[in-house]
């Protein structure tokens, strides 16, 4: 079964931590671009970070530059998102997709259909 599943949400308090994972099954994940986009209640769906097939290139949103980091493991077929320093408005559901086309998922734009998307996961950071 080809697909992208999202792991790692959960609820956390302002300030805390969590690790997202983004696995690949059914196909090779080094051969593709991954983003993480988040869709907040309300809130149009938006880019978070993206990586590169390789991992060297990289690009964070304005609201979580410094506090999240986007990485991944070939070998393991996935890609995490480690996000430090959280806000309540970090609060979403978690999406990775994953493209082959740098042109189109470089711009972390949700109006293209990339070739996967995964099913998503909640993170509610709340005291």
């Known amino acids: 079964q080809v697909q992208l599943v999202e792991s790692g949400g959960g609820l956390v308090q302002p300030g805390g931590s969590l690790r997202l994972s983004c696995a690949a099954s059914g196909f090779t994940l080094s051969y593709y671009h991954i983003a993480w986009f988040r869709k907040a209640p309300g809130k149009e769906r938006e880019g978070v970070s993206l990586?590169?097939?390789?991992?060297?290139?990289?690009h964070y949103a304005d609201p979580v530059k410094g506090r999240f980091t986007i990485s991944r493991d070939n070998a393991k077929n996935t890609v995490y998102l480690q996000m430090n320093s959280l806000k309540a408005e970090d609060t979403a559901v978690y999406y990775c997709a994953a493209d082959s086309n740098w042109a189109t998922i470089g711009t972390m734009s949700t109006s293209f259909e990339y070739d996967y998307w995964g099913q998503g996961t909640q993170v509610t950071v709340s005291s």
């Open positions: 990586i590169s097939s390789s991992g060297s290139t990289t």
